[in-house]
């Protein structure tokens, strides 16, 4: 009869750890903490650095900084828009470098960039190239933005290239 009741028990202790994944939760808690989580838009700061003058091409470094008080991770290309002074949204043609991203992680304060490079000469059949006054950055696996001044002039049809964050 004892022994009964200690397999009965000893079934429903395994039953309760299976149906729970008490065992595998502890597991899979103490592996994601080594890892940094991915950064939501809500942890990050976006700035620009020096625009850089080229012959007919401008050049800068946009960063996402770690503005949240816990590390976390970024992986990608950012995604932007252009907005001209009156709030309208900008025929903006993101071009991805051909170069193969990396995880970048973030420990509060620090920042990942990411290389812009735009034309300020007409192609084609551009008579004029709009300017925008805000810029809108969308994070790597996110669908909220961030919005910071952008005031720039961008040729080619809206087109700017960009790296992926380092």
Known sequence: MKADRRRT???????LLAVTGWGAEAHATSSSETAAQRCVTGQL???????DPGAGQRNT??????RSGRTCS????VGLIMIDGKGDALRTRVRRDHVTPHRVTLKPGHSAKAGLHWGVIETGGEKTCPT??????????????LEIPFTAQVCDDGRIDVAPLR
């Open 9 to 15: 028990a000893a079934v429903t202790a395994m039953l």
């Open 45 to 51: 700061k976006a700035s620009l650095g020096r625009i």
């Open 61 to 66: 470094d946009l960063f996402l900084t770690n």
């Open 74 to 77: 970024v992986y990608g290309f």
């Open 132 to 145: 925008a006054a805000r810029l809108m950055i969308i994070p790597p696996d996110e669908t909220a933005h």
